[in-house]
């Protein structure tokens, strides 16, 4: 765990949000023209004092162009994140994962999120998984 103390602030703020929302739309992640995710099974993270962040399955991403950094976080309400950085660019880190998240929101544990001010994500058309009435 390196020198961060992950310890969960769930059982202090029982009301904060952490909405983990599934979505059909094909999502990309792009840096530079270079591919690096494209899905259309990601998890859209609507978290409380945050804006939206986007979560891709790990199969659906092109790690030749990512490396692991040693960098760490702890979010009090996700867990130790670890960030990567995009072989082809300067920026010290573009994305970040949650290895082993907090039980609250365990469904986005190796999926990553890439900054969206470094990295252009964009969504695109979902399918409909319902039935019209």
């Known amino acids: 765990?390196?020198?961060?103390?992950?310890?969960?602030?769930?059982?202090?703020?029982?009301?904060?949000r952490v909405?983990?929302?599934?979505?059909?739309n094909v999502i990309t992640a792009?840096?530079?023209g270079v591919p690096l995710a494209r899905s259309a099974a990601c998890l859209i993270?609507?978290?409380?004092?945050?804006?939206?962040?986007?979560?891709?399955?790990p199969d659906s991403i092109d790690f030749s162009h990512l490396e692991e950094i040693g960098l760490r976080s702890v979010c009090p309400f996700k867990g130790e994140a670890v960030y990567?950085?995009?072989?082809?660019?300067?920026?010290?880190?573009v994305a970040w994962s949650y290895p082993d998240p907090f039980p609250e929101v365990a469904r986005i544990?190796?999926?990553?999120?890439?900054?969206?001010?470094?990295?252009?994500?964009?969504?695109?058309?979902?399918?409909?998984?319902?039935?019209?009435?």
């Not at 909405?19 to 059909?24: E, H, N």
């Not at 990567?84 to 880190?93: F, I, L, Q």
């Not at 999926?111 to 019209?132: E, N």
Request: glycine letters at 10%.
């Open 109 to 133: 544990a190796g999926y990553l999120a890439f900054d969206q001010d470094k990295v252009t994500v964009s969504i695109g058309k979902g399918t409909y998984t319902g039935t019209h009435r």
């Open 19 to 24: 909405d983990v929302l599934a979505r059909t």
């Open 45 to 57: 993270v609507d978290e409380q004092d945050h804006g939206l962040a986007v979560y891709f399955p």
């Open 30 to 32: 792009t840096v530079g």
């Open 84 to 93: 990567w950085r995009a072989v082809e660019g300067d920026e010290e880190w």
């Open 1 to 16: 765990m390196g020198a961060h103390t992950v310890r969960s602030k769930w059982t202090e703020r029982p009301d904060y």
